[in-house]
C-alpha cells in the first residue's frame, strides 16, 4: 500500500503546490459538472419553452443535441452528427434566444468533459445567467472549476463564491443546502492550495453553521481540524 502511495505521489513532486492540489483533487474539483449537467437535464424536461417560431426551431434542434450529450457523445453534442446541429452552430445560428444561450453553456460542458479547459472558459463564460436558484449558480460554479484546471485560483475562488451567493439568494429559506456548501467546500480547499488557512476555516466555520442539511455538513468537522492543527 505505501510502495503505492508513493508511486502516486511521484508526478506531482515537481509541480508548484497549487498546481499538486489541482491534480489531487481533480475528481472533487469535477463535482459541479456532474451536478450541472442533473440540473440542467432537469431543468430542459421540466420547463416549456414558448419560443416564437424561430425559437422552436431552436429548441427542436436543442433536443437532438442534448440526447447526444446524455450518451456522452460530446464531440457529435458540439459539432453535430451529420444530420442534426450541435451545441456550437445552435449557439451561432439562433443567437439570441434562449436555445442559443443555453447552447453555449452546454458546449461549455463538453469541453470540459473533453478536457479542453480554454474553449470550456470561453463558452461558460458567454452564458448569461438569470434569476434562477440552480441553473445559473451551477454554471457559474463550473465556469469556477474550469478556472482551476487552468490554474487561475484566484478567479475560480471568486467565481465559485459567486455561485454559492447566487445559490442562497434564490432560495427561499436563504440558504441552498445542495449546491452552495459544495462550492464553498471546493473555494475552502483552493484557499487551503494557497496556504491561506485562516480564509478556509471562515468557509468551513460558515457551512457548519449554516448547511446543517447538506450532505457536506455530515464531513465539515476535518476541514475545520486540518485548518487548525
Do not use: W
Not at 14 to 40: D, H, N, P, Q, R
Not at 58 to 86: C, I, P, R
Not at 102 to 110: D, M, P
Not at 156 to 170: G, H, N, Q, R, T
Amino acid at each position: 500500500m505505501e510502495k503505492k502511495t508513493e508511486q502516486q505521489a511521484q508526478p506531482t513532486e515537481s509541480l508548484t503546490k497549487t498546481e499538486a492540489f489541482v491534480v489531487k483533487y481533480k475528481k472533487v474539483i469535477g463535482i459541479s459538472f456532474v451536478a450541472l449537467i442533473v440540473v440542467v437535464a432537469g431543468a430542459i424536461l421540466m420547463n416549456t419553452f414558448y419560443f416564437q417560431p424561430r425559437q422552436d426551431e431552436a429548441s427542436t434542434a436543442m433536443a437532438k443535441a442534448q440526447d447526444l450529450f446524455a450518451q456522452e457523445q460530446y464531440e457529435k453534442a458540439l459539432n453535430g452528427d451529420g444530420n442534426n446541429l450541435g451545441f456550437l452552430k445552435i449557439a451561432e445560428q439562433y443567437s439570441c434566444t434562449d436555445a442559443s444561450n443555453l447552447a453555449n453553456l452546454y458546449a461549455g460542458l463538453c469541453y470540459a468533459n473533453l478536457g479542453k479547459a480554454q474553449e470550456a472558459e470561453k463558452h461558460l463564460s458567454d452564458y448569461s445567467t438569470s434569476d434562477d436558484a440552480m441553473v445559473s449558480p451551477a454554471a457559474v460554479g463550473a465556469l469556477g472549476n474550469v478556472y482551476a484546471k487552468l490554474n487561475k485560483i484566484d478567479d475560480a475562488i471568486s467565481a465559485l463564491k459567486k455561485a454559492a451567493k447566487m445559490a442562497d439568494s434564490e432560495s427561499e429559506t436563504g440558504r441552498n443546502q445542495s449546491l452552495s456548501p459544495q462550492f464553498l467546500l471546493q473555494a475552502g480547499e483552493l484557499l487551503e492550495s494557497q496556504g491561506k488557512k485562516s480564509e478556509a476555516l471562515d468557509i468551513y466555520k460558515d457551512i457548519k453553521a449554516n448547511y446543517v442539511n447538506s450532505a457536506v455538513y455530515r464531513e465539515i468537522d476535518k476541514y475545520i481540524e486540518r485548518c487548525t492543527e
